[in-house]
């Protein structure tokens, strides 16, 4: 045998690439059981006569989830979705069936309204809006010609729905069930894996002065998205049984993860700018970070919360040796010790979670390391603005297929109107619609084709239920396995269903093939025409909601620091966070122009809350230096607002002078040892350093220019 | 005991009642269960969850049957 050609080892490159994709053994067994509860839905609905069966059949397609949990919460947001629109349509259709143009008018402000209700709500219950929105045309519009059906078609159409989730609820809860505890799980030490990469490598590169590794800040945006894939995770998990604790554990988790984001944001400019001082980093300090490090990296055991103690204890120590001193670099050094322990109490946390998660329950008595900052999990920003503008749109092209419809007096055109409705409520949320309704009309079209396959050359071979199922067996147990995979799961979504519903299947087989090609170009029309509008009412690329939310950001910031939204802090906090985790991916997707990272403004943000909450603490003269900062900073802001976003401002001088003279004038009060029992003046004096240490963070983040970068501009 | 319940002039298969009441039954000692710690010492608790009902089912089925034929 010859050595191997470079055509047969590019024949076996391809092989393994190929044998990568293939579905792995979990997912076929995902795959089996949702077609085993499809066709058990399939054949409950055929023997209760019901006469739409494949829709029970979709249901399970659409609502079935690896996780037993995911599965039960879909399913009811699905059941409630539904029983909202058809009443609804129960209720309305009978009154306007005779004024087209009112029950037109009303089905489009429906579909519009409800949608912008869940976009209000950014965790998976939105889908109880969203399904709302156009579950009332799928029922209403189909039952114009005979409006006294109505009703029984949305009882129909609601046990049909009713049956598939009950299915799929039941095998999924019953065969070789999903625990959630398991892969949360995996996806702890996941999420934990990317905080300790990026804390790691950044003790390493910046203490030493390398150039930063690419991969650290990939890092950093991999723990913005795990932020917000816990929010989701978490929402699952309330419907897994027994899972109280976990559910207290992942929003303990996501608020450590959150607070990661400014402290090493932090702790990285802190270090770089002091390595860029003519003292450097301190020996001391530097092995005290490499040390960190190390333990960070080091894969959790038993004594890592102990030695995670010493190192916090250690800290405090090399900070009391540096007290004294009041110079840029004391107050950097000192800077950087702050940020490390609570990099460290964040750490300690994190991993005390990550064992509590694996014995299955929270430890009664646990403490937490950290508690300098807490903030509500629940509070989000939104963009009400955009928000509103693509509901307003989705109604209006509701709207305009309606009049299309009763125009050209199309019979079958409401199908055309129910399909525009769906395809422009699924993408709405996203910032560029237009590609994925693309995707969304290609795949619809190939599932028509798929379909006429299926209903003029295989079923009629079948003639019982056996044989049914032996024929649809192959196509939907390999779409089955493609469902659970991200990349794939809306994709193999609209093909299941899509497919289940253009196959028709019913008690009888009725293949009318006018009847079929009539509602499958009506069906495609509808899917093209809420492409082609919002290729007209959205053209602005995904740098428009980019540059909204840094707007948003610098208005909360001049408002923080002209000392409003003081009442509720907690919820500044969390929105900050929220802003910055829809920021990162967006940012990580431009081209940088903004000259931000979206941390730094976090990190101004924090600042400037504490320096507000600490006012009143103060000495008057301390106090009225800190105001004078404030209101530097407000008008700051409410300048840059002012400017295009690609167009920075640099900070003006005043601010620089007013965090200056603040500093010095705070110095005297954080360094002045009181006497051991005078504990007023120890509380003083811990303000004043929270404020000094307040007032570092806003010159680091906003005043001092980034020394150079070894590997240029950061991204 | 095949037959409709009418409630108010809405009429209901006669299983539903007793369904219902299963339903609040197994609710209760579901949580019973839990409260008592049992769950740790079941292998399979989806399927003793619905083995329960069926039995509670029973037991409902068989009990309104009495009253309301």
Partial sequence: ?715 | MIGDLTLYGVYLPALALPIALAYVLVAGLRWLLGRAGAYRWIWHRSLFNVSLYVIALYAMVRWTAGWMS
């Fill in chain 1, 1 to 715: 045998m010859s050595t191997a050609t470079p055509l047969s080892a590019r024949f076996e490159r391809r092989l393994d690439g190929l044998l990568a994709h293939l579905p792995r053994a979990r997912e076929w067994l995902h795959s089996a059981k949702t077609f085993a509860a499809a066709m058990l839905a399939f054949y409950v609905a055929l023997a209760a006569g019901l006469p739409r069966p494949y829709w029970a059949l979709a249901t399970v397609y659409v609502v079935s989830n690896a996780l037993t949990g995911a599965t039960r919460s879909k399913g009811l947001y699905r059941i409630l979705g539904t029983l909202i629109g058809a009443s609804v349509a129960v209720l309305v259709l009978p009154l306007l069936v005779d004024m087209p143009l009112a029950l037109s008018l009303f089905v489009s402000a429906w579909t519009g309204t409800l949608l912008y209700l869940s976009f209000l709500d950014r965790l998976p219950s939105n889908y109880v809006y969203m399904l709302s929105a156009y579950t009332l045309p799928m029922i209403a519009l189909p039952m114009v010609q005979q409006p006294d059906q109505v009703f029984t078609f949305a009882v129909a159409r609601s046990e049909e729905i009713l049956i598939g989730i009950a299915c799929a609820s039941l095998v999924s809860a019953l065969v070789l069930p999903g625990k959630a505890a398991p892969v949360l799980e995996a996806r702890f030490g996941a999420w934990l894996d990317d905080a300790g990469r990026w804390a790691v490598g950044l003790l390493h590169s910046e203490a030493a002065g390398q150039p930063r590794d690419p991969a650290t800040a990939a890092s950093a945006h991999r723990l913005a998205a795990d932020v917000l894939a816990l929010d989701q995770f978490i929402s699952h998990l309330r419907y897994d049984t027994d899972s109280a604790d976990a559910v207290k554990m992942s929003r303990e988790l996501r608020m450590r993860l959150g607070l990661l984001l400014p402290t090493l944001s932090s702790l990285s400019a802190a270090v770089r700018t002091l390595r860029a001082t003519p003292a450097g980093v301190p020996a001391a300090l530097r092995a005290q970070m490499d040390e960190i490090a190390a333990w960070i990296a080091a894969p959790a055991g038993p004594d890592t919360d102990v030695v995670g103690a010493r190192l916090q204890q250690r800290l405090r120590s090399l900070a009391e040796t540096c007290a004294e001193a009041q110079a840029w670099d004391d107050l950097l050094r000192r800077h950087v010790m702050k940020r490390l322990e609570g990099l460290v109490q964040l750490w300690r946390d994190g991993r005390a979670l990550q064992r509590m998660m694996t014995a299955g329950r929270l430890a009664p008595g646990w403490a937490p390391a950290y508690e300098r900052w807490t903030f509500s999990t629940a509070v989000r920003h939104h963009d009400h603005g955009m928000q509103l503008f693509s509901a307003v749109s989705v109604s209006l092209v509701t709207f305009f297929a309606c009049a299309l419809w009763i125009l050209t007096g199309w019979s079958d055109g409401g199908g055309a109107v129910i399909m525009c409705a769906v395809t422009s409520c699924f993408f709405a949320a996203q910032d560029e619609p237009a590609p994925a309704q693309l995707a969304f009309v290609f795949v619809n079209t190939l599932c028509l084709i798929f379909g006429l396959i299926g209903l003029f050359l295989i079923l009629p071979a079948a003639h019982e239920f056996e044989t049914l199922t032996l024929a649809l067996a192959p196509m939907f147990l390999l779409i089955g396995t493609l469902v659970a995979r991200p990349a794939f799961a809306a994709v193999a979504l609209g093909l299941s269903v899509t497919l289940a519903t253009s196959l028709g299947l019913t008690d009888a087989y009725s293949a009318d093939f006018g009847l079929f090609v009539n509602s499958s170009v009506a069906s495609v029309v509808g899917s093209l025409i809420a492409l082609l509008w919002t290729l007209l009412t959205r053209p602005f690329s995904a740098s428009l909601s980019l540059r909204r939310l840094l707007r948003s950001t610098w208005r909360d910031l001049a408002a923080t620091a002209a000392g409003r939204h003081l009442d509720a802090v907690d919820t500044l906090r969390a929105r900050m966070i929220d802003r910055l985790a829809q920021l990162m991916p967006r940012l990580a997707a431009s081209t940088g122009l903004q000259g931000t990272d979206g941390l730094a403004e976090l990190r101004v943000g924090f600042s400037t809350v504490l320096l507000q909450q600490e006012l009143a603490n103060l000495p008057a003269p301390a106090a009225r230096e800190v105001q004078a900062v404030l209101d530097a900073l407000a008008l700051h802001y409410r300048r840059r607002l002012e400017r295009p976003v690609a167009a920075p401002l640099a900070p003006s001088p005043l601010l620089g002078r007013r965090v200056a003279r603040a500093i010095a004038t705070l110095t005297p009060l954080a360094t002045t040892v009181p006497e051991a029992d005078n504990a007023a003046a120890r509380a003083r004096q811990a303000d004043a350093h929270e404020v000094l240490h307040a007032l570092t963070e806003l010159r680091l983040s906003l005043l001092t220019p980034p020394p150079n970068e070894p590997t240029g501009a950061p991204a």
